[in-house]
Antibody, heavy 125, light 107 residues
């Protein structure tokens, strides 16, 4: 069964750090881009970061640049999100997702086809 | 960044109704448009990818259309299980961005 399982969430004080993990199973992890997406309480979805198959290319949303870092360990089939200098506005459920791709004419179009159940991060004093 | 505007933000419809949700991008994104369904307390679930493609196993009542800046998600015969929030998402980025969501309720 294709599965993603997040862990590492919890309660942290403003300015603190957390490292989220996402364990993949049931597919060849090293063949896919991977993403983190978050959802603040009662709000919509926000893409946070993604990473290429070999980790050589990473993208982060502006609001987390310089504070969050996405990484991966293909040998461990794991995705990570290192979160530093946490703020109250980072409070959210964090999902990891598999990025799949379909070729339409000459375009390779990304979409997130497998999602974990999420891990909750609460930033509060 | 590319902004995604969904409308309506919410709707209430009866079982069997035809429902259409629209999504407009702030610039042309070709067919780099995906739709997700999310039920309360659950992770999002992929509905439509590349504007009009359906994952295997998706009920045929869900369909997507569009290209460039204007896209639609249609549910041809609304079912009780379709009560959820629906999000469009552009992957033309980065950053990838989502619409604000459309909450669909069953009357």
């Amino acid at each position: 069964e294709v599965q993603l399982v997040e862990s590492g969430g919890g309660l942290v004080q403003p300015g603190g750090s957390l490292r989220l993990s996402c364990a993949a199973s049931g597919f060849t992890f090293s063949s896919y881009w991977m993403s983190w997406v978050r959802q603040a309480p009662g709000k919509g979805l926000e893409w946070v970061a993604d990473i290429k198959q070999d980790g050589s290319e990473k993208n982060h949303v502006d609001s987390v640049k310089g504070r969050f870092t996405i990484s991966r360990d293909n040998a461990k089939k794991s995705l990570y999100l290192q979160m530093n200098s946490l703020r109250a506005e980072d409070t959210a459920v964090y999902y990891c997702a598999r990025d799949n791709i379909v070729v339409v004419v000459d375009d390779g179009i990304d979409y997130m086809d497998v999602w974990g159940k999420g891990t909750t991060v609460i930033v509060s004093s | 960044d590319i902004q995604m505007a969904q409308s309506p933000s919410s709707l209430s419809a009866s079982v069997g109704d035809r429902v259409t949700i629209t999504c407009r991008a702030s610039q042309s994104i070709g067919r780099y448009l995906n739709w997700y369904q999310q039920k309360p307390g659950k992770a999002p679930n992929l509905l439509i990818y590349a504007a009009s493609n359906s994952p295997s196993g998706l009920p045929s009542r869900f369909s997507g259309r569009g290209s460039g800046t204007d896209f639609t998600l249609t549910i041809t015969s609304l079912q009780p299980d379709d009560s959820a929030t629906y999000y469009c998402q552009q992957s033309y980025g980065p950053p990838q961005t989502f619409g604000q969501g459309t909450k669909v309720e069953i009357k």
